[in-house]
């Protein structure tokens, strides 16, 4: 009864301390309800829309800037329109003999709270108080490979730099680096995409703004 008492009393407060930042995300059954009257808003699984399409999804793993396993599993879903953009956009890559391996794409609202309690800088990580793009089901964070041995293509930084040459303003010396680092962005842009201003990796879909900040993890989903 104890037990019962304390989980009646703590639970709501749980709850709500979830979601302190003054934003209450999509959950499940609000998304499937959407889904209905807009099929647009469907979160598609970038692996079977794709054909091609690698994953190396870093917070399934603990190679990650909070070095702790964010993901139960290791999943990229993305909304219609922009899982069909980004199916153009592997297309034309692949007439330069490269395709796309992602790194993340949606990523649920608890995630993007969790990256802020570790990491208070809002120039690298997304403000609760707005939520990511990402948490709308809009944006990719990717990098290109060759086509033949499977490699990634030399690019200015890691995934997840904090470093300032990882800005697609950052001059850079090395003609192949940027050469490759011009050949994601302007492809991305062709296909309806625009580079975040201090990441290189992360493409915002033109459009996010009508797509609501949802909090379904991956379980849910599938
Ligand atoms: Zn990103």
Redesign the pocket.
């Known amino acids: 009864m104890k037990y019962i008492l304390f989980f009646l009393i703590f639970f709501p407060v749980l709850l709500q301390a979830q979601y302190k930042y003054g934003l209450t995300p999509v959950t499940l059954q609000q998304y499937q309800q959407q889904v209905k009257g807009d099929p647009e808003k469907e979160l598609v699984n970038l692996t079977s829309a794709i054909p091609g399409i690698v994953l190396d999804i870093r917070y399934a793993t603990t190679n990650n800037f909070t070095g702790e396993v964010i993901y139960n599993l290791p999943r990229a879903y993305a909304r219609k329109p922009v899982a069909e953009a980004l199916k153009e956009a592997q297309e034309e890559f692949s007439k330069h003999g490269v395709g796309i391996k992602v790194y993340?794409a949606y990523r649920p609202y608890s995630a993007t709270v969790k990256f802020y309690e570790v990491y208070r800088d809002t120039t690298y990580v997304a403000s609760p108080y707005k939520g990511?793009r990402?948490n709308r089901g809009c944006?990719?964070?990717m990098t290109l490979i060759d086509l033949k041995t499977g490699e990634e293509l030399r690019m200015p930084t890691e995934y997840d730099s904090f470093k300032k040459e990882a800005w697609p303003t950052t001059p850079v010396k090395d003609a192949l680096i940027k050469k490759n680092r011009d050949l994601i962005i302007s492809v991305m842009h062709k296909h309806g995409f625009r580079v975040?201003a201090s990441?290189w990796?992360?493409f915002d879909f033109n459009g996010w703004q009508k797509f609501e900040v949802m909090d379904i993890d991956f379980e849910e989903l599938e």
């Open positions: 993340d990511s990402h944006a990719i964070d975040n990441e990796w992360h």
